[in-house]
Each structure stands twice: as structure tokens, then as C-alpha cells.
């Protein structure tokens, strides 16, 4: 039987995330990042069913983001800036995140470390009539810390080949 | 200011904003520019073995950049010839021959079987449902008739009569060399990081060569991530610091141009660079020493960033990348990025630059995201009736460029100048103008007599 | 080869793939051939009701198929002639008027009050607003001025001078009726299964009809369902066998063609099909032995798929089908399917097919798909600048084809050939060159005189 | 019918739907319309300190409507000079300078520091890098030539050979004032509740003005919402009763027209208004009392709805309103809503006032939704070969306008007529065919004289 | 820790409400907003990131929506004349409603007040291939009532400035 | 009160069934159907608010799918023919499965049957720029079995009449 408190308690955190960068509360946001943090989304290409060069590797090639925390507090920093042109004026984006479960989850109860499995659908409206859709899956990895999750790990596999937008200036 | 008819006004830096908007004249771009013109297509490491492929463009058109079993190099119009099937519908790969979905007409990468990779090679029912009759040798995908690898990257382009690539390169050729040689000068010493970025951005393609052959004006542009700091030492900008003699370079007679340095003979004094990574910083000296060596006194230069007319860019130093502007529609371009380190570097060097790079550039990156936003509104911008009408400023050091000596066909703008995006400008109404490369100015003619 | 100028070369087997791209010529065929040609509208049994009314397209024009008050069926463009106002949103309904919901105005369906169904009916405010000067009789609802009803088709052409149906069909009408006819032979026995397939393809529409005129040559795309295996007695493949004596048969006059047996006077042995249901396998049979029966040994034909010129498709056996390829735009169509099956087959073989019809056809379909996929991507491969300078090659048994005897203008060209192609493509070039129908080879010319 | 080649056929009524779809005829009416008529680009509201900007539209192009140091209003197109950068990328704000994200190019909007707002007031490195040799005053914000603020509302054109505003307006100006007045006649007592509507319908911007110049016709299509009621003092319908009086009013040689009542010397009877709300009730009263005291036995008029030629139309009482029709192509507009209130009506007033107006306007209300889809689905349904080729008709009340003595230039019509909308297309026509304003009609060229 | 129960019988309601609307049961609908209830879909403006005029102001300023029962119902009304030409033929209308959670809870059980943060995709279809995408963010405000919910407060931040649709005929 | 228990089981089923049909594990994604399961995605038509007739009928009319066991298994093996070119190389798919509730459940725990009434927007993107969206309700039947749920009949009503894709390769 699912455990019913820890797959919600995993839920709105990730729901309360999403409200945070929706929200533009970015500071609050990079309270809920672990410090050894990775951020990955690989670049995909169209390769036969059988290939296993779909994505590129974690750590060795190109992805649209492959980070930590600094580079991640960085990006963070740059909109604080309020002249970071490409978000400012700030585009208005929705993060959805669907189909939440918990295919595995370790650890005792306290120091719990499990993994999320998600899809996402991001919104991006901007000026006039500039609108994004970034759909596709993500893997979390969260780690129990004082009563709640701090986010380790990320994979978010944008279900796009050639990037349909213009700039990636949101957090997938 | 009265209204001038042409779309270029050379001897008043003026350009037409219909160009950037305008879909007939985008349409004679792909007509006049893009199958003439030298395009890149590939990095070798694409291709490393006999027999892969890779899949590219050259203006709307899509490519099949192959190695063939000789190991080759080839670039094939991506299309059937019996009904026009986009052929090959991977990324990539490794085939022996390409083989059509729809009715199965084969096509060979195999130089040994058939006279040219491409050749039709498998025609199902040939000698019974064709009685024989199908003249294969003529069915053969459409090759670009002049490829060319120069230190491993492969460029191509759709006309018999263009020049060679050096002639067409010119002299710019140091510079591109600065940026496929080692950082120690080794010759061709590039490696291609694993992935390509490629994005669509509503800006006409245009505007991003204009950037990259010289635009040192929009760094003010940047002033966001300059303020939090990217670069591979830490603090503050974006990059470790760049050496003093920095100037714009151009090449009138064939439309490329640089930010970098002029030709020099000996190693400006050593900047630490890289210092966040020990090793980095280490391979960054180690480098210098080397480059002391090989170069002595003799002839070298350096460089930033720069623009091999039409749509190819690369970046020499800091990140080291090359992109290409692939038109799509006159207010669409795809945008494509590879990036480059040392193929003997130290593992932790390569990972340093690849941090680096993917902070920099690309879509997610923080200095080039901004680029985007300019290039689309300022597109987007020129797009009303009234803005159409006028025409762009490009009058920065008018009639200030110098001979630039050392470098031949070469003239120096200084660091803040429009000259290289007038000489852009200028030769892409050469070659708008042109029946045939006839008309455009024969590179190194006198070398031909 | 040495590049052609024209669109289409007949003599060498070629089109240009100008033609399924560029959008002057799009716009062209609209203008010569989408208004000219019968065309394709509606299945009776869309509007079995006197007042029933569905809506289709002719072209990029919408129109309303109505069923009158005396049974009678007419074609009326779905525009409001007061101020355009898309009078009937509705895709299937009853009703005895189309009202406007702008202001207002009312058509009728009903032949009894007015002139025509279509006519203006009433005119809020016509002797008050309008003092009565309005001249109602010419702003009714633009109709097709001719409407054809046959075996529970509907067509339709806006050009009055075009020939009878009977005539612009010519001989292929005996195609048409192998798959409007029952199984067993009765006439016009068939019925429309509830619901109508429409679904957008990125595609030039011509790839459809091109396909469906006699594309044997294409099987191979298909391998994947092949492998799989959906035919109605199961194992591999799509269908039960079909006859030996299968070939391509073209009407050069006319740009019909279809795949399918040349005239015979005997029924084949008989083949089971249809095993996988034990029902419909005894359907099978009784209409073998029917056919044995009612024929004779007088003259029928049989068929797998063909077109009728421009876009309407139809498969005759298996599946049993109707296809229309509505133009949108130079590089997407609209395509719809209808499914036929007997009136008076039992329900449980109605079923069987209503089911492998599903798993054949359609966007779902598993055979359909991949049509689908080629004909997009043909598409998409023939836009770039390069790309649409070439040609197309339909050289397949180019001068093999042979006068078919038994069927009036027809030629047979072999099981595995081009020839059906080649008519059609030359028959959209007559039309595409005729000023009027004057200019188009008169069909059946003699029988007029 | 015989059919005309003409688009506009005035003595017949007839206009031809190519003037909805085609993309040339779009392309001209930008050229020939849009950049030589007045158009309405804000509310003063808008801007109500000096420094204060909000950005709009004219025809295709945005443009920064700013009010100077002086306080004085400007509209400048909204691209950087430079390199096209849309300058202003913020919907409203204050500012003393515009400064561009690409090089830094600023702009002034204080009138005291330089010649005009929108000069060129900063360019990084100007006696640096371009030598002091940009001639500034060149290369300042592309200025509407001519903008006059009326009664709170902001116009520009253009064109330096426009008519002044009045004489563009003509005597529609008095029904512009009935807009735009207090409720009890009070000079332009107009407030703008604060936000405008703005958004994308896909139809041909034409087809909102015709509406508002005097389509009483198509109160049919609005019979839902008048089954629900939402006027504001309940019951059925959308607006409290309006005068007895009311007749459409039209301006031939200006193109302007309206629904409203002829000029009168006295109020007509008193119909209570607003009596949902107490206070708006007693308010509506109050102001009737003040205008029999303000007006005695004066010139007045009022009105519903009406169009100032092109594409500016208002409400003048139910709801009170601005509306602007944006072109974005020949099938797609953008709409714009401000709504107004007396400036010194009691919030309560206000308030009910606003509620009143947002379930009536915009694409959320229970009138206008449906507006819509007539004239979305009017576009569409144009967009077909044969659809295409035919004419809209405009017969209604045709040979029946009369010279409406007390207002000069105009026609009264009646109630439901169709002379309005002739008078829009018959000015629309002029304008197409004029090489200049020597062309038009001269406005008030007797009193030029 | 989250309460579950709470948790769920919210999500439920809203899942339940989408129901209503997309299957266009709008009486029932009607039953499961508060006599108070209000509607409030600000338009929203591009400006600064620092600016504190991003959306107009409920109860003063215009807005996409913003009105109580007494004008919803008379959409509802209008919708059922059948001649409500924008919606008629219906269209095709799917209401997904994601990442809700309860940010706040306060009184009793039985009389209960939370609010919901979630965000909202609505996807509209009519006639042949007209499609508009609706995207954003809702707080709702619901008032426990005889063992359910009434809606009492709803504020709807749609992702776009201009509206990308020719009107807004769905409930958002 | 929701049974929360078996609220999230469903839901976790049906993401688990989203990731097996999106990661591609189809031989995996065929074990979660019954025997007897049906699969049912009617065509709609625009038809008065009034009318009877907007979709068409299982079993008897057209359907963009209305099959059984046996044709499901042959798409999924078309699939793994790796020449399935309408899917070769694959496309890039993502299900967001939301509003997920169950408006009905009969029987006794271990052999209960539920209805679960959802949203789905199922994303396709394949080689450079083509994507679909195809966005609906989905009413499915479940019914338990040892312990876990299978799959016994589902109907999404897909917002479109017009298919605006090439071709339904996807399960909805
Ligand atoms: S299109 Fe390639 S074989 Fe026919
Ligand atoms: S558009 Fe149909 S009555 Fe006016
Ligand atoms: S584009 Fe504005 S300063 Fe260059
Ligand atoms: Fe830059
Ligand atoms: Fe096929
Ligand atoms: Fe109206």
C-alpha cells in the first residue's frame, strides 16, 4: 500500500515549489535546494527505438542545464538584477506538475531519501503574444531534512528535439 | 534625414529594415546567399567512424553530412529523389546505406560499391517494374558539389564555381585558425563536446552575425550576468580578462570580420585565467608556455569572436564555440551551437569548460538569453508599416577604418565600430546584386593569374 | 539530367516539386481545378430524411449538402450572403430553414415555399427596413449548379459547363460500382457506418490521390502492419488474397485510375475470407456464389483502390472506402473517410468489418499512419530552395502501358508501374492550362455528335 | 447578379469580400489608411503626470504615447532608431528617459533638456567611438507628426498633411462629446476606470466598425443576453429604454456615422435609469435635471454607438465606452476597451457603472461574446475560392438617406438602415484610391476658403 | 503534517466542480458556489519586475471577471437559451486543475475556511479547429458547509496580458 | 468521506500507467489491461447544445479507437517492429493525467470496481517542430485484481473534431 502521508507530504512540496517560482519568491525557492544539488536536462535527439544515444550524458555532454547550486544561485542573482532583459518585464509562467508518485523510497523515516516521478507542463507568456510550452517528465530525488525535502536531484526530460523557444529563462 | 530607395546606403551606414522582415527578399537570400556561399555543417566528431552520419541544413534545406567507407566526407540533400521522402529522419547515426520509407529506394554512404556516396543504389523492382529502364546514375541524391574539412570542421556549398574554401576564407583564416588549433597552438587541436544546441528564435538570422562579426557596443546588454558573474576566475563579468591590443577586424572584399587582435610576434604578458579550477589554471599557464615556444617571434593572432559571411560564428576564447543561423522565415531562425575544447586536455579541464560554456551560452545561457530578447524585438519591431520604412543605423567610425597590416585584405575599426557589420552588409548586397559568382569579387584573383 | 522548365515533363516522367509547395500554384489549382471538377460531398445516408443536411467542402469553400421537402438533394455554400456570416456551424442536422445568427436572414430548405432550396427566405424588416427593394431572388445561397446523385453518392461541381457525371466519369464508373455495389452484386447496395473520419495532415493534398490512383509500389512502407497482421482472417498482411489477375488500369482522358482486375467473364476460383468471423466468412461465400450467379458470363471488373480525379479516393474491397483530400493550404489538407458496408448484411458482419475497417484506416488506422508520415515529411522535404528545384520521378514503366480491352479509354499498365501517376499528374496540367471546360479533351466527344 | 469587378460598388450596396481576406489589399490599407488617418492611441488617464507613458498602436506599428516635463503629450513610434529594439517593452509607466537593453541608446521624453521628447538624448561613447559624428537630432524616436488631445482622449496621425482634428471630425464631434461630456453636459467630464481589455480576435478589422457606425440590424444576434437582461435596472434586455428618437446619422464626405438621435432643443421626458442601484439611480436623475437647466432650449444631442473612421468606435451612454480595432492581418484584429465615468460621480456610481460595463464589453461579456463569433466566423467563412469571389450586401435603406438639418455634413438614415456602413466603405474606398490628402475630400474646404 | 482528509476532500471538490463545468451540468455547478461568492480575474499588465501594478485591483479597476451570483448565474442562464451564438454549437471545454494545496486552514471542523492554491490549463475547442489555451494560477477561498464546500472566493491569475482568444466564454 | 486509500491507489495506478506508456515499456503497460478491456475514443460533432448525437457510438459507429485486447496488442507490436515509421524514430510523449477522482466504486474490497473520472493532455512531439496536443476527459473502469487494478474499459472524449494531428499514434 502507498504510503499515504509521505507521497502527499512530496506532493505539495513540489506543489509549494512551484507556487514559490510561479511566484517569483527565488530566495525562498533556493531554501528548498540541497546543496549538492544537480539540476539536468539533457538535450534529446532523434535516434531509431533502439538507440541509446536519445539523451546526452549527465556530467559529459551538452544538456540545456546540467548545474548546481552555483550556477543555479547565479541565474537566481541575474533576475534579482532587474535588468536581466530577457525577463524583464518578468514573463508570467505556470509551472504544472502532474502524475506525482513514489517508485522507490529509502531510509528511516527522518532521513528518508525517495525518488518523485512527475510530468510538467510549463507555461510562459510574455509581452504581447510570446507564449511557451515546455512539457515532459521529471525525476526528483528528495531527501529528508528537519521535517521536510530538500531537493538533491532533478531530471527533466523536455519532450522537445529542437528547443521550440527562444531562451530557457525558467527553472523546468 | 531624406529617405534613400536602396536597401544598403554603403557611404552613409544605413540599412533597410525590410530586410529583416521582408519575405521577398528572404526568399532571394536562400536563392542568392545560400546556395552559393560556403556554409558550415559539421564538426568531424560528429562523424568520427566511416559510415556515420549526421543530419544538418544549409539555408531551408536539409542535409546528411556522411563518412563514407573510404572515410570520406559527403553532404547529401536530405530527400529522396523518386518522391521526396526526407530520407534519414535520425539525428545520427552509423548506416551502410540509407534506406527510404516510403517505396525503399536505397542510397549508398559506401564509396566502394557504387561510383559516389549517394548513389541510388537499391531500386526495387529495377529490371522488372522499371524494365531496366531508370537511368540510377541520375537518381542519386543531390550532392553539394564543394565540401571541404578544414581542421575538422566540414563545410559545404551548392555552387560548382564558388571559390576555394581558403580563397574564400581569406586571411580571416588565422582567426578561425585561433580558434580549431590547441590553446597551445597545436595544429586542429578541437574536440566537440557531446550534444548540439538548436533553438528557434523569432529574429530574423541576420542579427545574429551582425552581433557576433563585432559588436562590442552591446555589451552594455549584458550588464546582468556581468553584475553576478560567470567567468571561469570568479567575480565579477564574463569572462577572464582579454588582452589590451582588442580591435575590430574586418574583411571588406569578403564579409567577415572579428573582435580579437591584430597580428602580433610575440605572447602579451601572462593573465591568469581559469583560476577557479586548479588544473584549469594550470593547463591556462602550462598553454602560454607553450605558445612562447612554438611561436617565438613569428606571426600570431587572437581572438574573441567573429563571422564567416553568411551565417557561421565562432567564439576563439572564452567559451569557445561555433554557432550557426539557419534561416527558417524572414522573422525565424534555428540557432545551432557546438562547443570546443583541447582534445588532449585533462579530463577536469574539459569539464570546466563545459560548465562554463553552458553558463554562457545557448538558450539557458545567461549572457545569451539576453541576446535573444534584443534580436527578437528589435524584429519584431521592425515589422509595422511605418517601421518598415525606415532604415537601421550602422555609423559608428564611418570612415575610420585603417589598413590593418599583416593581414592581407584586412582593415582595423577599433574595438567600438560598425565597421564589420557595414562590411557585412555590404558584400551580402554583393552578393544579392550578383547573376553568378562571377559578379562578386573574385577572391585572391590576382593569386589566379 | 538536364533541368526542365515546365511543371510537368509527361514524356520524361517528371513533376516539378514546385507544385506541391509554392502557393501560387496552390491557389491556382483552387481557382481551375477545385472549381471545375465534380467533386466529392456526401454519403446519402448522412441525409436519409427529407430536411437533413450535413455540411462538407468543395475546395477551401464550405458547404451545406440539404436534403429538400421533396427528397431532392442540393449543394449550397455555407456563407450567408447578407454579410458572410458562416450560416450553418452545425455539422449534421434537421431543420427546414438555416437561419443567420447575425441578423437574422433565413434560407430555406424546403422546395415547396420557394424557388430552390437556398432561396431567401425571409429578411428581417424586407418592407420596412429594406422599403422592399430588395431583390430576394439573387441573394438566396450560392448552390452548385450541379448536384449528382449516384448509388448514394452526392457530388457536386460549381462549373455549369461540366460534362454529365456519367461522361466525366467515363468507363471507371464500373470501377466505382465494384465498391458502391453490394458484395454479391445488387446495386447500390451500400450503407454508410455512423461517423466520418476528418483529420489535418501537413501535407500537399496530392500526395493522397497520387497514392490511391495505383501505388503497388508502396507496399513496402507498410511492412510494419504487414508483420503484425490485420486482415480479416487473420495471420500476416492486410487483406484476405486478393485476385491474380490484379494490375493498374489508368484513363489517360480522364486522370482516373485504380488498382484492380481488368474485365473478366467468369469469377475467379473462389478464395475463403473473412475466416476470423464465421458469419462473415459465410457472407463471403453466399456472395461469391450470388455473383457466380447474377453475372454469368457477362463482363465485370473488381478493384483494391483508385481515384477519381481530382480527390476523391475509394477503396472497393478491403477496407470498403471512401477518402477525400480537402485542400487548406499548399502544405496541409484536410483528409475524411467514410466506411461502406452492405445495407443488408447482418449485423454481426457489419460488425466485423466496422472493426477491421477501425484497425486499417484512418489516423489510427495501422496501415494509414504511415501513409501519413511519408506523405508529411515528402512534403516537408520539398520546401527547401534546393529541394523544390527538382523533380519528382515517376519513370516507372514509362511507355509500357497498353490499351485495356473491354473498358473505353482505359490502359493497363501491370501490376508494378508509375503509368496511373503519370495520367493523373497530366490531367491536373490540362486543367491547370485550360481557360474552360472548352479547353479540357471533351469527354466522350463522339457521343455528343 | 452580373458581377461587378469593382470592390466597393456604392450605387448598388455591393462590397467585395476580397477586402476581408486578401493580403494585398491588408498591405494597402496600412500604407494608404493607417498612416494618414487620425487614430485614437490613449486616454489621458493614461498618463496623468508629466513623465507618465503607456505604450499603443497604430495600425501595425506600436507606438509610447508619453506626456513631457511640460506636460505635454507625444507619440513616438516605439523602436529604437539604432538597431530596431523594441524601446519600451513595459505596457505603461514613468520615466524621464527610455533607455534601449541592446546599446544603450536613450531617448528623452522631458521636453526641457532637449528640442522634443523622443530625441536622441544618450549614445554611449557618442565622441568616443562615433567620433561626435551621429548627427543626434537625426536619429531621435520617429515622432507622430501631428497628436491633439481632446477632452481626455489622445489622437495622432501620420501624416503632416492630415486636416486638424476638428475638421477631421467634422460635426461628428458633437456626438463624440456626448461620449465624452459629463453625464449632465459637463465638458468632458470622462474618467477611465483603470485597465484596458485587450485582445486577438481572428477576423478583418472592418467588420467592428461597420458594426458600431450603425448595425441596429443585428440586435437579433444579441437575443440571448436580451433574454437574461443585464441592463442596469434589471429586466430583460441590455440597456435601460432608450429616447424615441433614435435614428442612425451618417457623414458621407467623412466617413464617421452613428446610432443616436438628431440634434434637439429641449430633453425628452424623463425615463428613470440605473434604478438598480439607488445612488445611481438618483445620480441619473440629478443629471437629467442638469441638462434641461444647462442645455435650455439649446442645440443637444445624444447617442448609443458610432464610428470615427477607421477603426476608433464609442459608446455613448449603455455601456459608455471606447473601443479600438487593431489590424494584425487581413483575418486577425486586436481589440481594445477602455470604459468611462463621470470623473466627479460618486464611487457607488462608479461602481455600478464598472459592473454594469464588464458584463456587457470584452471578450468575457454576455453582449460582445457573441459579436465575436459572427464576425470571426463572417472572416472564415469569406476565406474560400468561390466564397471569395462574391459580395457582401449593403442594400438596406439604399436611396433613402435625408439631410439632417442642425448638423452639417450628415445624412439621417433611420433606424435600421444600411448607409452608415456605405458611407464607411465609400470613405474607405477614397482613401485606397488617394495618393495623398490633395485627394480626399478636402474637410471643410468652404470654410478654408 | 498535511491533513490528508482535508486535503483530498478539497482536491476532489475542485475535480468534482471541472466535472460539472465540462460536462455542462452548470445548475448543479451553480449549488457549489457560496451566495457570496466572487469571481476575480485581474487583467494583468507588463511592468517591471519591482512594480506593484502588475494586475488591476478586485472591486475597482477592470477586469477579465469580476463579479458575484448574481452575474454568474446569468451566464449560466444565458449559456441554457441555447442562442448564446459563442458557445453554440457547445465547445469543447477541459478544465485541469493541478498542485493544489492548502495554504491556509482556520476555523473548526464543520466550519471550516481554506484556501487552495493550484493552477489551472483550460482548454477550449469549437467548431472545426478553433483551440485556445487558458493557463494560470487560482487561490481559491472555500467555506465548509454541511460536510462540503461552497466557493466563496476565487481569483484567477491567467498567463496572458493581451487575451489570445476571441472571447472568454468558459468559466476559468 | 473519500476513501483516501483508495483514491491514491487509483491514482498512483493511473501514473504508473502513464510512465510505462511514455518511458515506452509497452509488453509491461499491455499487463495492467484486462482480458475483456475496451478502449474507446468516440468522434465528436458539433451539434446543438439539445442534441443527442455529439459523439458517436461504442460498438456501433466510427471511433478514433473502439477496440478490444486484440488490436491493442497489435498496435503495441507494430511498435516494437522498429519500422513502424509513423513512430520511427520514436516520438517524444508525455500523459498529464489530472482531476483524477472516483465518482463511483461497488463491491467488496479485493474485487472492487471503480469509475475514475480524469482529464488527460497527452503531448506529442516528434522529429524537429511537429506537436500535438491532444486534450479530454477520460472515464476509465477499473476493476481489482490481486492486489492492484486492471484496466477494464476506458472512454476519453478528446476535445477535437477535426483531429488536429497527422495521425493517433499515441494511446490517449
Ligand atoms: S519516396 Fe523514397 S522511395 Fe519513393
Ligand atoms: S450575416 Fe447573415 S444575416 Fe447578416
Ligand atoms: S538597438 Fe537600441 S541602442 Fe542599439
Ligand atoms: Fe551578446
Ligand atoms: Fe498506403
Ligand atoms: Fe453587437
Same mark, same amino acid.
Given at each position: 500500500?502507498?504510503?499515504?502521508a509521505?507521497?502527499?507530504?512530496v506532493?505539495t512540496w513540489?506543489?509549494?515549489?512551484?507556487d514559490?517560482?510561479?511566484y517569483r519568491?527565488y530566495?525562498?525557492?533556493?531554501?528548498? +535546494?540541497?546543496?549538492d544539488?544537480r539540476y539536468?536536462?539533457?538535450i534529446? =535527439?532523434?535516434?531509431?527505438r533502439?538507440?541509446?544515444?536519445?539523451?546526452?550524458?549527465?556530467?559529459?555532454?551538452?544538456?540545456?542545464?546540467?548545474?548546481g547550486?552555483? #550556477?543555479?544561485?547565479?541565474?537566481?542573482?541575474?533576475?534579482?538584477?532587474? #535588468?536581466?532583459?530577457?525577463?524583464?518585464?518578468?514573463?508570467?509562467?505556470?509551472?504544472?506538475?502532474t502524475?506525482?508518485? #513514489?517508485?522507490?523510497c529509502?531510509?528511516?523515516?527522518g532521513?528518508r531519501?525517495?525518488?518523485?516521478s512527475?510530468? #510538467?507542463?510549463?507555461?510562459q507568456n510574455?509581452?504581447d503574444?510570446?507564449?511557451?510550452?515546455?512539457?515532459?517528465k =521529471?525525476?526528483?530525488? +528528495?531527501v529528508?531534512?528537519?521535517?521536510?525535502w530538500? +531537493?538533491?536531484h =532533478?531530471?527533466?526530460?523536455?519532450?522537445?528535439?529542437?528547443?521550440?523557444?527562444?531562451? +530557457?529563462?525558467v527553472?523546468l | 534625414?531624406?529617405?534613400?530607395?536602396?536597401?544598403? @546606403?554603403?557611404e552613409?551606414?544605413?540599412?533597410?529594415?525590410?530586410?529583416?522582415?521582408?519575405?521577398?527578399i528572404f526568399?532571394?537570400?536562400?536563392?542568392?546567399?545560400?546556395?552559393?556561399a560556403?556554409?558550415?555543417?559539421?564538426?568531424?566528431?560528429?562523424?568520427?567512424?566511416?559510415g556515420?552520419y549526421?543530419?544538418? &541544413?544549409?539555408?531551408? $534545406?536539409?542535409?546528411? @553530412?556522411?563518412?563514407?567507407?573510404e572515410?570520406?566526407v559527403?553532404?547529401?540533400?536530405?530527400?529522396?529523389?523518386h518522391?521526396?521522402?526526407?530520407l534519414?529522419?535520425?539525428?545520427?547515426?552509423?548506416?551502410?546505406?540509407?534506406s527510404c520509407?516510403?517505396h525503399?529506394?536505397?542510397y549508398?554512404? $559506401?564509396?566502394?560499391?557504387v561510383?559516389?556516396?549517394?548513389?541510388?543504389a537499391?531500386? !526495387?523492382?529495377?529490371?522488372?517494374?522499371?524494365h531496366g529502364?531508370?537511368e540510377k &546514375?541520375?537518381?542519386?541524391?543531390v550532392r553539394?558539389?564543394k565540401v571541404?574539412?578544414?581542421?575538422?570542421t566540414?563545410?559545404?556549398?551548392?555552387?560548382p564555381?564558388?571559390?576555394?574554401?581558403?580563397d574564400?576564407l581569406?586571411?580571416?583564416?588565422?582567426?578561425?585558425?585561433?580558434a580549431?588549433?590547441?590553446?597551445?597552438?597545436s595544429?586542429g587541436n578541437?574536440?566537440?563536446?557531446?550534444?548540439?544546441?538548436?533553438?528557434r528564435?523569432?529574429?530574423n538570422?541576420?542579427f545574429?552575425?551582425?552581433?557576433?562579426?563585432?559588436?562590442?557596443?552591446?555589451?552594455?546588454?549584458h550588464?546582468?550576468?556581468?553584475?553576478?558573474?560567470?567567468?571561469p576566475?570568479g567575480?565579477?563579468g564574463r569572462?577572464?580578462d582579454?588582452?589590451?591590443?582588442?580591435?575590430t577586424?574586418?574583411?571588406?572584399?569578403?564579409?567577415?570580420g572579428?573582435?580579437?587582435? !591584430?597580428p602580433?610576434?610575440?605572447? !602579451?604578458?601572462?593573465?591568469?585565467?581559469?583560476?577557479?579550477?586548479?588544473?584549469?589554471?594550470?593547463?591556462?599557464?602550462?598553454?602560454?608556455?607553450?605558445r612562447?615556444? &612554438?611561436f617565438?617571434d613569428?606571426?600570431?593572432v587572437?581572438?574573441?569572436v567573429g563571422?564567416?559571411?553568411?551565417?557561421?560564428?565562432?567564439?576563439?576564447?572564452?567559451?569557445?564555440t561555433?554557432?550557426?543561423?539557419?534561416?527558417?522565415?524572414?522573422?525565424q531562425?534555428?540557432?545551432w551551437?557546438?562547443f570546443?575544447?583541447?582534445?588532449?586536455?585533462?579530463?577536469?579541464?574539459?569539464?570546466?569548460?563545459?560548465?562554463y560554456?553552458?553558463s554562457?551560452?545557448g538558450?539557458?545561457?545567461?549572457?545569451?538569453?539576453?541576446?535573444?530578447?534584443?534580436w527578437?524585438?528589435?524584429t519584431?519591431?521592425s515589422?509595422g508599416?511605418?517601421?518598415r520604412s525606415?532604415y537601421?543605423n550602422?555609423?559608428?567610425?564611418l570612415?575610420?577604418? @585603417?589598413?590593418?597590416?599583416?593581414?592581407?585584405?584586412a @582593415?582595423?575599426?577599433?574595438?567600438?565600430?560598425?565597421?564589420?557589420?557595414?562590411?557585412?552588409?555590404?558584400?551580402?548586397n554583393e552578393?544579392?546584386?550578383?547573376?553568378?559568382?562571377?559578379d562578386?569579387? !573574385?577572391?585572391?584573383k590576382? $593569386?589566379?593569374e
Amino acid at each position: 500500500m502507498t504510503d499515504l502521508a509521505l507521497l502527499s507530504s512530496v506532493q505539495t512540496w513540489l506543489y509549494r515549489e512551484a507556487d514559490l517560482l510561479d511566484y517569483r519568491e527565488y530566495d525562498e525557492w533556493l531554501k528548498l +535546494l540541497h546543496p549538492d544539488v544537480r539540476y539536468f536536462v539533457p538535450i534529446v =535527439r532523434n535516434v531509431p527505438r533502439t538507440a541509446t544515444t536519445e539523451f546526452t550524458t549527465e556530467g559529459k555532454d551538452l544538456a540545456w542545464m546540467d548545474e548546481g547550486m552555483t #550556477i543555479i544561485t547565479k541565474r537566481v542573482n541575474q533576475l534579482k538584477t532587474n #535588468i536581466h532583459w530577457a525577463e524583464e518585464p518578468p514573463s508570467r509562467v505556470s509551472h504544472l506538475v502532474t502524475n506525482t508518485w #513514489i517508485p522507490e523510497c529509502e531510509g528511516e523515516p527522518g532521513s528518508r531519501r525517495v525518488t518523485a516521478s512527475s510530468r #510538467i507542463f510549463v507555461y510562459q507568456n510574455r509581452i504581447d503574444d510570446e507564449q511557451n510550452f515546455f512539457v515532459g517528465k =521529471r525525476k526528483d530525488v +528528495l531527501v529528508e531534512s528537519e521535517g521536510s525535502w530538500l +531537493l538533491l536531484h =532533478r531530471t527533466v526530460h523536455l519532450d522537445q528535439s529542437v528547443m521550440l523557444a527562444k531562451a +530557457l529563462t525558467v527553472f523546468l | 534625414m531624406d529617405n534613400p530607395t536602396e536597401l544598403i @546606403v554603403p557611404e552613409r551606414g544605413l540599412v533597410s529594415r525590410r530586410i529583416f522582415v521582408e519575405d521577398e527578399i528572404f526568399r532571394k537570400e536562400l536563392d542568392r546567399i545560400f546556395t552559393r556561399a560556403w556554409l558550415f555543417v559539421a564538426h568531424e566528431d560528429q562523424i568520427p567512424n566511416n559510415g556515420d552520419y549526421v543530419v544538418s &541544413k544549409m539555408g531551408t $534545406d536539409a542535409v546528411i @553530412v556522411t563518412r563514407d567507407m573510404e572515410g570520406k566526407v559527403h553532404v547529401l540533400l536530405n530527400t529522396c529523389t523518386h518522391r521526396g521522402m526526407k530520407l534519414c529522419r535520425n539525428d545520427m547515426g552509423n548506416a551502410r546505406t540509407f534506406s527510404c520509407p516510403y517505396h525503399g529506394w536505397s542510397y549508398s554512404m $559506401d564509396g566502394r560499391i557504387v561510383e559516389q556516396p549517394g548513389d541510388l543504389a537499391g531500386v !526495387p523492382g529495377f529490371s522488372t517494374y522499371y524494365h531496366g529502364e531508370l537511368e540510377k &546514375k541520375d537518381w542519386g541524391l543531390v550532392r553539394a558539389p564543394k565540401v571541404h574539412v578544414y581542421k575538422r570542421t566540414v563545410w559545404a556549398s551548392w555552387d560548382p564555381q564558388v571559390p576555394t574554401f581558403e580563397d574564400y576564407l581569406g586571411d580571416m583564416r588565422l582567426y578561425l585558425d585561433y580558434a580549431l588549433d590547441g590553446r597551445d597552438g597545436s595544429e586542429g587541436n578541437n574536440e566537440m563536446i557531446g550534444g548540439i544546441y538548436k533553438w528557434r528564435v523569432n529574429t530574423n538570422w541576420k542579427f545574429a552575425p551582425e552581433n557576433f562579426i563585432g559588436d562590442n557596443y552591446h555589451d552594455i546588454s549584458h550588464r546582468s550576468v556581468d553584475l553576478v558573474g560567470i567567468g571561469p576566475s570568479g567575480g565579477r563579468g564574463r569572462r577572464d580578462d582579454e588582452p589590451d591590443a582588442a580591435t575590430t577586424i574586418g574583411f571588406p572584399a569578403l564579409g567577415h570580420g572579428l573582435i580579437g587582435e !591584430p597580428p602580433h610576434y610575440a605572447e !602579451p604578458e601572462y593573465r591568469p585565467g581559469w583560476t577557479l579550477d586548479e588544473e584549469a589554471a594550470a593547463y591556462d599557464r602550462r598553454n602560454y608556455d607553450r605558445r612562447v615556444e &612554438k611561436f617565438g617571434d613569428q606571426r600570431r593572432v587572437s581572438m574573441t569572436v567573429g563571422t564567416i559571411f553568411p551565417n557561421m560564428s565562432f567564439h576563439g576564447r572564452q567559451p569557445r564555440t561555433i554557432a550557426v543561423f539557419h534561416p527558417i522565415s524572414p522573422t525565424q531562425m534555428e540557432m545551432w551551437r557546438i562547443f570546443l575544447v583541447d582534445r588532449d586536455a585533462p579530463e577536469s579541464v574539459k569539464e570546466a569548460a563545459r560548465n562554463y560554456y553552458m553558463s554562457y551560452s545557448g538558450p539557458g545561457g545567461l549572457t545569451e538569453s539576453d541576446d535573444m530578447e534584443n534580436w527578437s524585438y528589435a524584429t519584431e519591431s521592425s515589422k509595422g508599416t511605418v517601421s518598415r520604412s525606415i532604415y537601421f543605423n550602422y555609423e559608428m567610425g564611418l570612415g575610420h577604418a @585603417v589598413e590593418l597590416e599583416g593581414i592581407e585584405g584586412a @582593415v582595423e575599426n577599433g574595438v567600438f565600430t560598425e565597421e564589420n557589420a557595414r562590411i557585412f552588409y555590404n558584400r551580402w548586397n554583393e552578393f544579392m546584386n550578383a547573376e553568378s559568382w562571377d559578379d562578386l569579387v !573574385p577572391v585572391k584573383k590576382e $593569386d589566379a593569374e
